[in-house]
């Protein structure tokens, strides 16, 4: 049994209330991407953040979002 290092949750320290946040990634969603770092945007509790993945899946950078708007696509 071979486990990638890409597999499993992934973890890391929200850098606004310095909780532990533990996250699966939506590696279907990631099969089509073209460009990395690919963006991923969590919300956790009341804030934002955007974890930049690099080509292995791996936390390349965090950003904390300062202003969003949440939009919706259609199927």
């Given at each position: 049994m071979v486990i990638l290092m890409s597999e499993g949750l992934k973890?890391?320290?929200c850098p606004v209330c310095k909780e532990s946040i533990h996250?699966?990634?939506p590696e279907d969603d990631l099969k089509k991407v073209k460009r990395f770092p690919a963006p991923i945007v969590i919300r956790h509790?009341?804030?934002y953040l955007i974890c930049y993945l690099d080509s292995h899946y791996?936390?390349?950078d965090t950003e904390i979002?300062?202003?969003?708007?949440?939009g919706k696509s259609k199927e």
């Open positions: 973890w890391f320290q996250w699966k990634l509790k009341d804030h791996q936390l390349a979002a300062t202003s969003f708007v949440e």
